[in-house]
């Protein structure tokens, strides 16, 4: 080989360097930021059963208290069932895409 291939050879190798460098950070960045988004749905999903359950329970001041309150038990356990499961689908993603099967 000449000096201008072993040159080229040099440069493809350092590149190819950076390159494995960057999907390592990619890579280590995947599930913290998976995590957040998961975090963020758990938060949104609770927030819209606590607003739900206000607004049954003024609904309900006026009728039954414990039919209300059974309602809003319901529902609160759909919402955070909801919001589980869109966490494990989150966590399920991110093992997917560092494992490399996405």
């Not at 949104?44 to 039954?64: F, N, P, T, Y």
């Not at 039919?67 to 529902?75: D, N, W």
């Not at 069932?81 to 991110?94: E, Q």
């Amino acid at each position: 080989m000449n000096e201008k291939n072993i040159q080229q050879v040099l440069e493809i190798e350092k590149q190819a360097a950076e390159l494995q460098n960057k999907a390592k950070r990619d890579a280590q960045e995947i599930p913290v930021k998976a995590e957040q988004e998961a975090q963020a749905l758990i938060a949104k999903a609770k927030a819209d059963a606590q607003e739900e359950a206000r607004k049954l329970i003024a609904g309900a001041q006026s009728g039954d208290a414990s039919s209300a309150a059974a309602e809003i038990a319901s529902q609160n356990s759909e919402f955070e069932a909801n919001a589980k499961k869109n966490f494990d689908k989150a966590v399920a993603f991110v093992l997917e895409r560092v494992i490399g099967k996405a």
